[in-house]
């Protein structure tokens, strides 16, 4: 059974920092690619980073402006998200997403805001940036 487990979110103010981790299982991880994706509150997906094991490739949407990295525990097969200087439109509830590699050969495919772009979904964790 594949499962994705999401974890850290919270309540932090403006200029905070939180760590969100994404715990997969259940598949062949280096067969994948898994992403962040967020969704805020009247919102749609909005696609945020994602990660490919194999090679150890990064990618970032544009708003990010280096405040976030994405990086993973090969050990555990932890997704991490590291979220610095958090602003108040940062605030959604993070989803820790996975799509097998098959689906974008030959394509230059990095990361999507689509739910059916992915193969599996965790239960997300939400982030509030407030005062």
């Known amino acids: 059974e594949v499962k994705l487990v999401e974890s850290g979110g919270g309540l932090v103010q403006p200029g905070g920092s939180l760590r969100l981790s994404c715990a997969a299982s259940g598949f062949t991880y280096d067969d994948y690619a898994l992403s962040w994706v967020r969704q805020a509150p009247g919102k749609e997906l909005e696609w945020v980073a994602s990660?490919?094991?194999?090679?150890?490739?990064?990618y970032y949407a544009d708003f990010v402006q280096g405040r976030f990295t994405i990086s993973n525990d090969n050990a555990k097969n932890i997704l991490y998200l590291q979220m610095n200087t958090l602003k108040p439109e940062d605030t959604a509830v993070y989803y820790c997403a996975a799509v097998h590699l098959g689906r974008y050969l030959g394509t230059s495919w990095r990361g999507g805001s689509r739910k059916d772009e992915y193969d599996f979904w965790g239960q997300g964790t939400p982030v509030f940036v407030s005062s």
């Open positions: 990660f490919y094991r194999v090679g150890g490739f990064t």
